[in-house]
Each structure stands twice: as structure tokens, then as C-alpha cells.
């Protein structure tokens, strides 16, 4: 399969696509000169498109529209040999049974999986001790890959070079002489947060004379972080001014990011700066499963495990991180 066209299909949030670009990384390392193809949505599109592992982009959001015949008429004209189906969804695994492609991947956990694949791994992410990235390299098993990845392995594998360049003005923003630090607080309901009484607290902690401060998010989101901006008047807004591309560029030429379990902080850890998350101890939502994965990461969850807002969805455990443990470790970074 020297020469063999791969699908990687996920189809999700931007966190679990950047977890997921580890296994481009790998594939490409067994096969050299394959072709690497990925399924994904309409909004993750910039992030295939940075990394240097992955050949061209299949936009699922156009596919899913198209009868079914179409969509695996339309599969099978990639030319594709294999399809790993990192994201199960029934849909796309009955679409590639239709385009008949040879090696279809998936887990075992999936009842469709058993007839629509042909080669299944036995995985369940649910009570697995691994983290997402090392959950998502076990399903190339099949291909020859190892069954097991370091996290420091995974850190150094995302493969984002081709970072779209940033309009001059908003370059301009960033200050050579502090610490340019990116605060993401909100997730669009992708993970517990902070809360944005934290971040006006850390805010005031830090030092302007160290310090540059950028808050990102949607325009959306921007209308939700207004009280902070109106308390910090020295905070730079940067909510719906980028493109997710040009925000993966902005990321890369920051010093650090803080969040919690969000596209944002996984982008920022695989751009190689100082990502700092937050994190409730609940699986499977816990650090262990979600943590940003790269050399400078640091995460900060509560000590005592918690299962009072499991179902809640109002995390008081999360938001009883003190920003002061924050600031602490910011000051020590240069």
C-alpha cells in the first residue's frame, strides 16, 4: 500500500480534528508516498489545509447533502483505498461500504460498524485510560502502526506549517517587548468553562508592564465577554475579527493561550506556545482524556474528584480553579 490513497474521516470540533491530525502524521510515516485525504466539516477546513501531512480536503457538508449513491459515487472518484473512521458516524460508514472501498476501519463499539467495515479494532473510549490522540492512533493498528504513542511522541506530529499569512493591521497588534497572552472563555457548549469572573480576576492580576492582552472568540461570543472587555479597557478584542485560519497564525506568534477544553487550547499546544487549560476532574472530560498535547502545556484542575455537576452542566469544581495558581505560572514563563 506504498502508494495507497487514505481517507481520514472526522467529522466533529475543531479540538478533535487538531487530535486528530497525529494520524496523518503517522500514516504518512508508514506510507511515505500515499496519498492522504480528510473528511471533515465546512469550519475545520482551514486546519486541514495548514497541516503539511494531509493531500486534500473532502467536505463532508456538501457530501451529506447528496443522495447517498452520489455522495459514494463521489467517494469512490478519490480513488481511495482505505477509509479510517476516526469519528464513527453511521452515514459515512454505509457510504463507504457503497463506494466499495478495500480497507474500511472502524471500532468495534459500532453495531453498524460490523457491516459496514471490514477491518475492526476493538476500542472503547468511554472507560479507556488513554487520551483522545493515543485513542485515535490505535485504529491504525490494521495499517502496521504501533499499538502505542507517547504523548510527547503525539506532541511534535500535528504538522502545521502552512499557516495563512496575517493581515499587516493585525499583525501589528502583537507586542515584541511583553508576554502577548490570548484568554479564550467560552466553548459554543463544547466544554465546562471557566467563567468570565475568573479571567477578569487574572486580568487584574497580571502585570501590564509584562503583559499583552488578547481576548479571542466568534462575534457571538464577543456579545458574552463584554462585561469583561468593559472592566478591562487594555484587553485587545479579537472576537469575529479572524478567520479560524488567520487565528491559527495569530496563535502560532502569541506567547500563550489560556482556555478549557477548547478548539483554541488544542490549536495552541500543537502551534508549539504555552498552552495552559482548564480542566473539571469528571470523566471523561478530565485532563487525562482532553489535555492539550505539546511541549509546553500545562493544565489546572481541581484536586478533589467531583460528580455534583455532572449532569448539571454548570461546573462549580471547574470555576474553583483561583486564577492567582494561573498568574503564578505566568510569571515564571519568559
Same mark, same amino acid.
Given at each position: 500500500?506504498?502508494?495507497a490513497?487514505?481517507?481520514?474521516?472526522?467529522?466533529?470540533?475543531?479540538?478533535?480534528?487538531?487530535?486528530?491530525?497525529?494520524v496523518?502524521?503517522?500514516?504518512? $510515516?508508514?506510507?511515505?508516498?500515499?496519498?492522504?485525504l480528510?473528511?471533515?466539516?465546512?469550519?475545520?477546513k482551514?486546519?486541514i489545509?495548514?497541516?503539511?501531512?494531509?493531500?486534500?480536503?473532502?467536505?463532508?457538508?456538501?457530501?451529506? &447533502?447528496?443522495p447517498?449513491?452520489e455522495?459514494?459515487r463521489?467517494?469512490?472518484a478519490?480513488?481511495a483505498?482505505?477509509?479510517i473512521?476516526?469519528?464513527?458516524?453511521k452515514?459515512?460508514?454505509?457510504?463507504?461500504?457503497?463506494?466499495?472501498?478495500? &480497507?474500511?476501519?472502524g471500532?468495534?463499539?459500532?453495531?453498524?460498524?460490523?457491516?459496514?467495515?471490514?477491518?475492526?479494532?476493538?476500542? %472503547?473510549?468511554?472507560?479507556?485510560?488513554?487520551?483522545?490522540?493515543?485513542?485515535? /492512533?490505535? /485504529?491504525?493498528?490494521?495499517?502496521?502502526?504501533?499499538?502505542?504513542? %507517547?504523548?510527547?511522541?503525539?506532541?511534535?506530529?500535528?504538522?502545521l506549517?502552512?499557516?495563512?499569512? /496575517?493581515?499587516?493591521?493585525? &499583525?501589528?497588534?502583537?507586542?515584541?517587548?511583553?508576554?502577548?497572552?490570548?484568554?479564550?472563555p467560552k466553548?459554543?457548549? %463544547?466544554?465546562?468553562?471557566?467563567?468570565?469572573?475568573?479571567?477578569?480576576r487574572?486580568?487584574?492580576?497580571?502585570p501590564?508592564?509584562?503583559?499583552?492582552?488578547?481576548?479571542?472568540g466568534?462575534?457571538?461570543e464577543?456579545?458574552?465577554?463584554?462585561?469583561?472587555?468593559?472592566?478591562?479597557? &487594555?484587553?485587545?478584542?479579537?472576537?469575529?475579527?479572524?478567520?479560524?485560519?488567520?487565528?491559527?497564525?495569530?496563535?502560532?506568534?502569541a506567547?500563550?493561550?489560556?482556555?478549557?477544553s477548547?478548539?483554541?487550547?488544542?490549536?495552541?499546544?500543537?502551534?508549539?506556545?504555552?498552552?495552559?487549560?482548564?480542566?473539571?476532574?469528571?470523566?471523561?472530560?478530565?485532563?487525562?482524556?482532553?489535555?492539550?498535547?505539546?511541549?509546553?502545556?500545562?493544565?489546572?484542575?481541581?484536586?478533589?474528584?467531583?460528580?455534583?455537576c455532572?449532569? $448539571?452542566?454548570?461546573? %462549580?469544581?471547574?470555576?474553583?480553579?483561583?486564577?492567582?495558581?494561573?498568574?503564578?505560572y505566568?510569571l515564571?514563563?519568559?
Amino acid at each position: 500500500m506504498s502508494r495507497a490513497v487514505f481517507i481520514i474521516s472526522r467529522t466533529d470540533a475543531i479540538g478533535d480534528v487538531v487530535l486528530t491530525l497525529p494520524v496523518a502524521g503517522v500514516l504518512r $510515516s508508514l506510507y511515505p508516498s500515499s496519498r492522504i485525504l480528510f473528511l471533515g466539516r465546512s469550519y475545520t477546513k482551514d486546519i486541514i489545509a495548514a497541516c503539511e501531512n494531509i493531500d486534500g480536503f473532502l467536505n463532508w457538508d456538501e457530501w451529506r &447533502e447528496l443522495p447517498a449513491r452520489e455522495a459514494a459515487r463521489a467517494m469512490a472518484a478519490t480513488g481511495a483505498d482505505c477509509i479510517i473512521h476516526v469519528f464513527p458516524d453511521k452515514a459515512i460508514a454505509r457510504v463507504a461500504w457503497m463506494a466499495k472501498i478495500a &480497507e474500511r476501519i472502524g471500532t468495534t463499539n459500532r453495531i453498524y460498524h460490523w457491516r459496514y467495515c471490514n477491518k475492526l479494532v476493538r476500542l %472503547s473510549r468511554r472507560n479507556s485510560a488513554l487520551h483522545e490522540a493515543q485513542l485515535n /492512533l490505535r /485504529l491504525l493498528e490494521p495499517l502496521g502502526a504501533r499499538r502505542e504513542y %507517547s504523548l510527547e511522541e503525539i506532541g511534535v506530529n500535528y504538522g502545521l506549517t502552512r499557516l495563512a499569512p /496575517l493581515p499587516p493591521e493585525v &499583525e501589528a497588534l502583537l507586542d515584541p517587548r511583553r508576554f502577548n497572552l490570548i484568554l479564550h472563555p467560552k466553548s459554543r457548549g %463544547s466544554a465546562r468553562e471557566w467563567g468570565l469572573g475568573n479571567y477578569v480576576r487574572l486580568i487584574g492580576l497580571l502585570p501590564r508592564e509584562r503583559f499583552k492582552i488578547f481576548v479571542s472568540g466568534t462575534a457571538t461570543e464577543g456579545e458574552l465577554v463584554a462585561p469583561l472587555l468593559a472592566k478591562h479597557p &487594555e484587553v485587545t478584542d479579537l472576537t469575529g475579527r479572524l478567520t479560524l485560519g488567520q487565528l491559527m497564525t495569530f496563535i502560532s506568534k502569541a506567547d500563550g493561550l489560556v482556555a478549557a477544553s477548547t478548539g483554541p487550547l488544542h490549536l495552541a499546544a500543537a502551534l508549539g506556545i504555552h498552552a495552559l487549560g482548564i480542566y473539571p476532574p469528571i470523566r471523561p472530560m478530565h485532563p487525562g482524556r482532553w489535555a492539550p498535547v505539546g511541549r509546553k502545556t500545562r493544565v489546572f484542575v481541581k484536586a478533589e474528584y467531583c460528580e455534583d455537576c455532572r449532569r $448539571s452542566g454548570d461546573c %462549580s469544581c471547574i470555576r474553583e480553579v483561583p486564577p492567582d495558581a494561573i498568574e503564578a505560572y505566568l510569571l515564571t514563563l519568559k
